[in-house]
């Protein structure tokens, strides 16, 4: 089980998070500048907490909160093509299996966030005459071989669709935070 540094520094309530960017993302998604959570005291409303971003070389994942490293990380993988090249070259295989062995090492919720859907990897052209299904059965065994959590997150490429992303991505790395180090249990309905 990983270990948090900050157990005994966390504030009593927590009021704002920056998400940490990693520095090779090249077009990364868009945070919202705060969220809405659920609060008992407030009623309906929730409770508001304020969103920062921080690019930073990260050693595991592309986006994580800063101070919660080993908590909640995000591996995002933007395309049919990445996945190919991630899970099909040799090279890019080795670094991609040594990257998803130090982040599940270091992280107690890894995820992979896949920015496409099943049905359009499916429906893919692959080089090299790669049947579509087979990505599909490697991405599950990449899932199943590493302990990930996996995210499908199609979007279509616009800035509100980056920006829904990131509100997603937000709340996921915030409620494991608020569960973890804030005994804050999410609400069932």
Same mark, same amino acid.
């Given at each position: 089980?990983?270990?948090?540094?900050?157990?005994?520094?966390?504030?009593?309530?927590?009021?704002?998070?920056?998400?940490?960017?990693?520095?090779?993302?090249?077009?990364?998604?868009?945070?919202? #500048?705060?969220? %809405? !959570?659920?609060?008992?005291?407030?009623? &309906?409303?929730?409770?508001?907490? /304020?969103?920062? +971003?921080? %690019?930073?070389?990260?050693?595991? =994942?592309? &986006?994580?909160? /800063?101070? &919660?490293? =080993?908590?909640?990380?995000? $591996?995002?993988?933007?395309?049919?093509? $990445?996945?190919?090249?991630?899970?099909? @070259? %040799?090279? @890019? /295989?080795?670094?991609? =299996?040594?990257?998803? +062995? /130090?982040?599940?090492?270091?992280?107690?919720?890894?995820?992979?966030?896949?920015?496409?859907?099943? #049905?359009?990897?499916?429906?893919?052209?692959?080089?090299? @005459?790669? @049947?579509? $299904?087979?990505?599909?059965?490697?991405?599950? =065994?990449?899932?199943?071989?590493?302990?990930?959590?996996?995210?499908? *997150?199609?979007?279509?490429?616009?800035?509100?669709? %980056?920006?829904?992303?990131?509100?997603?991505?937000?709340?996921?790395?915030?409620?494991?935070?608020?569960?973890?180090?804030?005994?804050?249990?999410? $609400? *069932? !309905?």
């Amino acid at each position: 089980m990983v270990t948090q540094d900050n157990d005994s520094v966390c504030p009593k309530r927590l009021e704002e998070v920056t998400v940490l960017v990693d520095t090779r993302e090249q077009y990364p998604v868009r945070f919202p #500048q705060n969220i %809405r !959570i659920p609060d008992p005291g407030s009623g &309906y409303k929730g409770r508001l907490i /304020k969103v920062f +971003t921080e %690019r930073k070389k990260l050693d595991a =994942g592309d &986006y994580c909160l /800063k101070g &919660y490293e =080993g908590c909640c990380v995000i $591996e995002r993988k933007a395309s049919p093509m $990445e996945l190919y090249k991630n899970l099909f @070259d %040799r090279k @890019d /295989k080795a670094r991609q =299996g040594r990257a998803l +062995t /130090k982040m599940v090492n270091a992280v107690e919720f890894p995820y992979l966030m896949v920015e496409t859907s099943p #049905q359009n990897i499916l429906g893919s052209q692959l080089p090299g @005459d790669i @049947d579509p $299904e087979v990505l599909v059965g490697k991405v599950m =065994g990449m899932v199943a071989r590493y302990g990930l959590r996996l995210l499908w *997150l199609p979007w279509r490429g616009s800035a509100s669709g %980056r920006t829904s992303m990131g509100l997603v991505l937000v709340h996921l790395m915030v409620g494991h935070v608020l569960n973890k180090y804030y005994n804050e249990k999410p $609400e *069932l !309905i």
